[in-house]
């Protein structure tokens, strides 16, 4: 390459940059004997393998000249380079094997990967060179090395931040292991949301693990499934039925086939009946969905069974009524646990909109106990200030998540007295500092107001700054109050699109109630992020 006039050659085996400013080759041929001994052994050897003289260009019978002939040395050199094999102080030796432990991590391979012939043969086919590591040394010291590079990173990103949330999780394994997960959740600079495994330990005492997990992680989700429980005795014969039903169809090829048939000549929808997993609820709404949805081709295939009794008339009723009545609830479930931000400001808005649609008078009885149920599980939940201060701040709810004017203004007030501590802590910080470079100055002049008109100027100044000090905080509390208010009379964020770009949009616009939608917007509604660890 030519770099302001001045030639290089660049080496093709350390990628280092050798001047060639003469154009003579003296320079490449002390690097390579230097610098590559092997190489340059290779090289002496297919120099001496070619006659003393330059043979003239061989031309075939057209007078065509025979390039094979000038670019033999070219395909030596090219399959050499190939052939030799990296060393471990290569960089491209440490950069490959540091991709390959990060894909072992991050795809949950098994590290004896690196032992199997076929990826050895892929490995081999992409790149010659590379010398993959034994298992042995991924385990105990290149893994290892990355574990602590990130957990470093990690610990210096915590460091930068104010405050981050924590969701726990436990899980038991088929070996009847208890584990817990620890994740830390928080919102950076500019509104990126955040999730970090801090910890996954294993808790011997299961059942303590549990309770502590039970009485410390307050996930929306499991609120619904207490509440699928408790509510609807009247159904349990009817979900005890249609799962003997499902079972029937998952055990018996030939019924199972038939209602495939079924489907087909009734024009149906061609879906499988699914099974209920006891730590979901949804999936035991999935069944009763699949169940309703697939009536008319079950009734066909069982009237000719007589080991299996379908539902009558009034318990597919009784079905239907159970899919209407939670499919509010399976739709707010599943986009709390699909969605990237599921915030604790859900909460109330969800919690609502939920209690508007039990409240319909198609639902009937059954809306009416579930009512009963979210008031059981979560009493006064406007009232409470770790959910109604994260609606208020969110641009998608703001004000218009509460039904309660009482309660609403009781977290309005909140927020505003939040802001004013985070103001005024940090213009003690600054005038900490300010006092700090001036107290040199003022203990020279000390000596001088030691008198009695000394010290009553001195008790002057500092009522004269008390006072200026309680006009100037009141001022700044009005002052977040108005930031506040326009904030709110700002137009509402749509449902469905993300508060942390918006608040990235707009923290310049409201610098202090953005400071206090970083740290409470952090704040996940659900496990979700926890649980996926298992």
Known sequence: KDDKKQKFAVCRLCQKAISAEYGNTTNLRKHIQNKHKLAFAELCKLAASRPSKRPRPQTTQCGEIDESSSTSKHKKIDQYLKEKKWLPTDKQQKDCTAKLARMICLDLQPISIVEDKGFKDFVSCLQPSYNIPDRRVLRNSIIPDLYMSQKSDLQRKLNEIDSFAITLDHWTSTAQDAYMAVTAHFLSEDFTINDYCLNVRHMPQSHDA??????????????????????????????????????????????????????????????????????????????????????????????????????????????????????????????????????????????????????????????????????????????????????????????????????????????????????????????????????????????ASSNVWGVFKKMVAKRKESCLQGDSRKAMKQNLQKEFSIFCNDDLLEADKSPFDWWKRNCTKYPNVSKLAQTYLSIPATSVSSERLF
């Open 210 to 447: 549990k309770k502590f997990l039970m009485n410390s992680v307050h996930a929306l989700k499991n609120g619904f499934l207490t509440m699928r429980k408790k509510a609807f005795p009247e159904f349990r014969r009817v979900i005890k039925k249609a799962k003997v039903i499902v079972n029937h169809f998952h055990k018996s090829a030939k019924d199972s086939h038939k209602l495939t048939e079924i489907q087909k000549k009734l024009n149906i929808k061609q879906h499988k009946l699914k099974n209920e997993s006891p730590t979901r609820w949804n999936s035991l709404y999935y069944l009763m969905d699949r169940i309703v949805e697939q009536r008319e081709a079950i009734t066909v295939v069982l009237a000719s069974n007589d080991k299996v009794n379908n539902l009558q008339n009034h318990e597919w009723k009784t079905a239907e009524n159970y899919v209407k009545v939670l499919k509010p609830f399976e739709d707010v479930t599943s986009m709390m646990s699909a969605s990237r931000y599921p915030t604790l400001s859900m909460v109330i808005p969800v919690l609502n909109v939920l209690k508007q649609q039990m409240n319909k008078s198609e639902m009937n009885d059954f809306g009416e106990q579930i009512c009963e149920n979210i008031k059981e599980q979560w009493p006064d939940y406007e009232s409470n200030l770790d959910l109604a201060i994260p609606a208020l701040l969110d641009p998608r709810f703001k004000e218009y998540a509460f039904t309660n004017d009482e309660a609403k203004e009781s977290a309005v007030q909140a927020v505003v007295d939040l802001m004013y501590d985070n103001s005024v802590s940090t213009v003690e910080l600054e005038s900490i500092s300010d006092k700090s470079s001036t107290q040199a100055a003022s203990t020279s002049s000390e000596t």
